[in-house]
Every structure is written in structure tokens, then in C-alpha cells.
């Protein structure tokens, strides 16, 4: 149990996830309760984000105040990547230096380095913030140097050293201190793991701007039928941004919805996403993970280098369906 130390959760969906884990290392936690704003229109979604200054900074005051009125001297936050955080952390630093600050890495991401891509960040960074006030874009994985960041394996220590020029010793493998409400749940659990049952972790495509909702319901819902025939039973967990998903699927008579992610993972012992950091949960309950990979879906191939397993959505699924 940790004295004096606070954990900051940027997102509304993130509440209960966070809130658990914060209880088991004993720390006190701010939820700032704010909404990403995602789009799948690049300058829509700048726009959203600039307008968005006064909500994101106000709560900069109140996270200050929660600081000095808890007496906090190391301060964790539950995402160091994403636009929120990017502004709030900088304030932060300026405004509160006596205090630790800690990143938990929160998301699985492309370990690739592009100068050309980070330019381009700053660029839009450096004018968001001198004409409007705020940083309209998230600074990436290991962009803002902190006074620690914990990942959740040594590929992300190496690449941040190597890549984000990070001291060594201030990045560090803790996959046990990030998911510590999980690994709790295992050690606490009466585990009943059919190899027959399969979890998918279903995702917000559309909504992560990474696919049109039609395309989004074609590759879940033959992915759902994929599982149905591979499995005995399947069972399906909504993301908490978007869990009116299931109401626009028709589903077989052997898949079920479960409510609580660690119930299908004490279930099954295989776990199925399109590249849900999910996955990296159903790792601490031993599950066998599977990155789900479609030419449709936006995203860098090198994630799946996190998961186990990795399958073609067009040459595996839609043939077996």
C-alpha cells in the first residue's frame, strides 16, 4: 500500500477499471469524468479538441487541488498518450514540480519511430497551443517524459530508451502494478476453463475512427459466426465507450454477452480481439490471445507482435463462415 500517492483517470469509461486497481495499491483518485473526442475526420476531430479548452483545462485547477488537499507526492496517471492527458500533464508540471509524476502505459501501440510523423505532431501541437491555448493532438507513446513510466514488457522499455531517448532507469516493466486488479482477481478466482469457450473482446472501430459503423458490424458480426462454429460456446464483452454494439448484431444460439471481462476470462482459454489491449488482461489469466488482423482496419501490423497468435480476417474468417 502505497502513503501519499494519487492516481489521476482522465476518462469516463476508465472509472471503474482504474478504481479498482487504485484500491488495491491503496491510492486516493481524481476522476476527471471527460470524453475522448474521436473522429474519423482528422481535421473534424482537431476542431472537437479545440473547442474543448475549457473543459480539459479547467479540470487542471481541481487536480491541483486534489494534490495539495491529499498531500500527494507521487501522482500516477492512468494514460500519458492521448490529447487529455497531453495538456493537462504539461500544466501540471509547471504548476506542481515537487510532485512525482508516473505514467501507466495504457493501450497497445506500433513500436515504429517516424521523424516525419512526429514533425507533423509538433507542427499542429506548437500552433494549436500558441493560437488557441491547447494541444489538439496527444504527444504518443512515451512523448511526454515523466519522472517514471511503467509499460508492460521490456519491447516497450527498449524502444522508449532507444527511440524516445528515456533514461534508463526511469522506464520499467510493470505489468503486475498496471493490471494489479486483475492479477488480484486470478489469485482470488475459482477458475473453470473450457477450452471449448472462446471471449471476444469486441472494439469501438467506428468510433476510433479506424472504420465506417457498416464495416465495423461486417467484420464483428462474421467474426462472431467465425467463433460460433470454431467454439462450443462463445462469450462476447461490449467495450464500456460503446456497448449499444450488441443491439445491431444477430447472434447464434451458443454466443452470450457477459458483463464483466474477468468472468469470460475465468470461462475460457481462449480470447479472441481485433487488437484490444484487452488481450494483454487475458494474458494474466493465462489465456492463449489471438489479434484479429483485416486489410479494412487502420492499424500498424506490429501490434499483433503483442499477441500470441495472429490470424487474416479475409483468408481465415470470411472463407470459414
Not at 493490471?179 to 477458475?191: D, I, P, V
Amino acid at each position: 500500500m502505497e502513503k501519499n500517492s494519487g492516481l489521476i483517470v482522465f476518462e469516463k469509461a476508465m472509472n471503474g477499471r482504474f478504481e479498482e486497481m487504485a484500491a488495491v495499491h491503496g491510492l486516493v483518485v481524481y476522476k476527471a469524468d471527460l470524453q475522448n473526442n474521436f473522429s474519423g475526420n482528422v481535421l473534424t476531430n482537431i476542431l472537437k479538441r479545440l473547442a474543448s479548452k475549457n473543459v480539459v483545462l479547467s479540470k487542471v485547477y481541481e487536480i491541483k487541488c486534489f494534490i495539495e488537499s491529499n498531500k500527494i507526492q507521487r501522482l500516477y496517471f492512468s494514460s500519458s498518450e492521448g490529447y487529455i492527458s497531453h495538456n493537462m500533464i504539461r500544466q501540471l508540471q509547471e504548476q506542481v514540480p515537487s510532485v512525482d509524476f508516473i505514467g501507466l502505459q495504457h493501450g497497445v501501440f506500433p513500436l515504429k519511430y517516424s521523424k516525419t510523423k512526429e514533425f507533423a505532431r509538433s507542427f499542429v501541437n506548437y500552433f494549436g497551443k500558441l493560437f488557441f491555448g491547447i494541444y489538439p493532438i496527444g504527444a504518443g507513446f512515451g512523448g511526454i517524459h515523466l519522472d517514471a513510466y511503467y509499460v508492460y514488457s521490456d519491447r516497450e522499455r527498449e524502444f522508449l530508451i532507444k527511440n524516445r531517448k528515456w533514461e534508463e532507469n526511469k522506464v520499467i516493466p510493470k505489468l503486475d502494478f498496471i493490471k494489479a486488479e486483475l492479477l488480484h482477481k486470478y489469485q482470488n478466482s475459482k477458475l473453470d476453463q473450457n477450452p471449448n469457450t472462446a471471449l471476444f473482446l469486441m472494439q469501438c472501430l467506428n468510433l476510433a475512427g479506424l472504420t465506417s459503423l457498416k464495416e465495423e458490424k461486417r467484420l464483428t458480426e462474421n467474426t462472431i459466426n467465425y467463433l460460433a462454429k470454431k467454439y462450443t460456446r462463445v462469450l462476447i464483452k461490449t467495450h464500456p465507450a460503446c456497448n449499444k454494439q450488441v443491439s445491431r448484431l444477430e447472434l447464434s444460439e451458443n454466443v452470450e454477452i457477459v458483463e464483466d471481462m474477468t468472468e469470460g476470462f475465468r470461462q475460457c482459454k481462449n480470447a479472441y480481439s481485433f487488437f484490444s489491449t484487452a488481450l494483454i488482461d487475458a494474458k494474466i489469466f493465462n489465456l492463449t490471445t489471438t489479434g484479429i488482423y483485416a486489410d479494412t482496419i487502420t492499424v500498424d501490423k506490429e501490434i499483433y507482435e503483442n499477441f500470441d497468435l495472429k490470424i487474416d480476417f479475409e483468408d481465415i474468417i470470411t472463407n470459414q463462415i
